[in-house]
T-cell receptor, first 117, second 112 residues
Framework: DTAVSQTPKYLVTQMGNDKSIKCEQNLGHDTMYWYKQDSKKFLKIMFSYNNKELIINETVPNRFSPKSPDKAHLNLHINSLELGDSAVYFC????????????????FGSGTRLTVV | SQQGEEDPQALSIQEGENATMNCSYKTSINNLQWYRQNSGRGLVHLILIRSNEREKHSGRLRVTLDTSKKSSSLLITASRAADTASYFCATDMNSGYSTLTFGKGTMLLVSP
């Protein structure tokens, strides 16, 4: 019963290709996120969606396009992959802060290790 | 932009000892959270402390928050080899929707 699942776990592809990473959460959370973790383990927010609407779009190349078909899914499509895109991409979800819950930490998926060769 | 900065970058201790990690941040926050990441895995939420709280406990974890100094600490008592992981602090700023900004993390090694 994985709470946040993302596929694939590993992705090795050539420069210039287009690839997608899928993410699904079964927690009923309102908000979903994509984070990128570089080789030095630094985590940076890329996008966040709240109830299928884009909330945050950090300075990310427009080759990266998130798509949220419904509240439980947030997929990441990457066009024209470059060597510098190699990283681990994490999907996460959270409940809305204003729901007054005592603990609204994020739930992370196990990550997708993308290697561009 | 990066918000939290953990200190130290790496910490090596023996089982049974306590481990203390510190985090500093720059702007006003709604809450601060600590996460653990085992090698090759996703992040696991450990504890959340709100801006109006000063201390929180969860099992062997103790978190403090000093908003005047914009700093937090995570104390793991009686550490175990299984505590070996990277620990990240993350700040949730006081505006709009929640967005966590992570520090660079502290790598903790607990030797048997």
């Amino acid at each position: 019963d994985t709470a946040v699942s993302q596929t694939p776990k590993y992705l090795v592809t050539q420069m210039g290709n287009d690839k997608s990473i899928k993410c699904e959460q079964n927690l009923g959370h309102d908000t979903m996120y994509w984070y990128k973790q570089d080789s030095k383990k630094f985590l940076k927010i890329m996008f966040s969606y709240n109830n299928k609407e884009l909330i945050i779009n950090e300075t990310v190349p427009n080759r990266f396009s998130p798509k949220s078909p419904d509240k439980a899914h947030l997929n990441l499509h990457i066009n024209s992959l470059e060597l510098g895109d190699s990283a681990v991409y994490f999907c996460a979800s959270s409940q809305d802060r204003d729901r007054g819950l005592t603990n609204y930490g994020y739930t992370f998926g196990s990550g997708t290790r993308l290697t561009v060769v | 932009s990066q918000q939290g900065e953990e200190d130290p970058q790496a910490l090596s201790i023996q089982e049974g000892e306590n481990a203390t990690m510190n985090c500093s941040y720059k702007t006003s926050i709604n809450n601060l959270q600590w996460y653990r990441q085992n090698s090759g895995r996703g992040l696991v939420h450990l504890i959340l402390i709100r801006s109006n709280e000063r201390e929180k406990h969860s099992g062997r974890l103790r978190v403090t928050l000093d908003t005047s100094k914009k700093s937090s600490s995570l104390l793991i008592t009686a550490s175990r080899a299984a505590d070996t992981a990277s620990y990240f602090c993350a700040t949730d700023m006081n505006s709009g929707y929640s967005t966590l900004t992570f520090g660079k993390g502290t790598m903790l090694l607990v030797s048997p």
